[in-house]
Structures are given as C-alpha cells and as structure tokens.
Nanobody, 125 residues
Framework: LQLVESGGSLVQSGESLTLSCAASGGASLDGYAVGWFRQAPGKERQGVSCLSSTDIVTYSAISVKGRFTISNDHTKNTVYLQMNDLRPEDTAVYYC??????????????????WGQGTQVTVSS
C-alpha cells in the first residue's frame, strides 16, 4: 500500500487548510485504520487524529480538538484532514498512515505499517 499526501502549504495564523492522503495505484483503504501524524523540528512524531475502518474517530489530540477533522472518502480511497483556525504551533511535517484494522489499533505511531512521504504545513503568526 502506497500513500501520497498533498495539500501542505504556508498559511497565516487563523486560516484553514485541507490535507489529502490518497492510496496510489488503485489500492483500496477498505479495512484499514488510518491516521494523521505530525512531526515538528526536534520533536517526535505524534498522532493528530486517527480513524477506524468503520469511520469511528479513535483519537484526536487535545491540541487540535474542535479545529481539525479527519475523514475518509471510501469512494476515492482518500483520507482528509480538515484544519481550521491554524496556529503557529501547528507547524510541522504531516504524515498519513494506515494499518489493517483490529480492535487494538488506536493512534500510536508504532501501530501503523504504511506511511506517506509527508507534507509541510507552516503557519506564520
């Protein structure tokens, strides 16, 4: 499974941005748990929001609750992260990830097997 992210950009504080993560080569994301993670300079990669294969949000970081929304368009095999009211502290490389779903999958980065290449989001104040 190959994942391709897009949508990263330089934006002003308070603006919105939508990241996309597509399964390439006609692959399906059915049966996969999916998630968005981010890594700021000098920090570990952390979960932002994760979704089960049945579209249940299994995790949303406290810092993004009420601002970021994860969704999965199964007809397009594409996962989205809608980000509103962006703040400078949201600046990071954002990665999408996927793993065959199970009862135990939440949003730990070590749980996920497939990763995209990352897309840079920079929020200026």
């Amino acid at each position: 499974l190959q994942l391709v992210e897009s949508g990263g950009s330089l934006v002003q504080s308070g603006e919105s941005l939508t990241l996309s993560c597509a399964a390439s080569g006609g692959a399906s994301l059915d049966g996969y748990a999916v998630g968005w993670f981010r890594q700021a300079p000098g920090k570990e990669r952390q979960g932002v929001s994760c979704l089960s294969s049945t579209d249940i949000v299994t995790y949303s970081a406290i810092s993004v609750k009420g601002r970021f929304t994860i969704s999965n368009d199964h007809t397009k095999n594409t996962v989205y992260l809608q980000m509103n009211d962006l703040r400078p502290e949201d600046t990071a490389v954002y990665y999408c990830a996927a793993v065959m779903d199970s009862t135990y999958i939440k949003c730990g980065r070590r749980e996920y097997d497939y990763w995209g290449q990352g897309t840079q989001v920079t929020v200026s104040s």
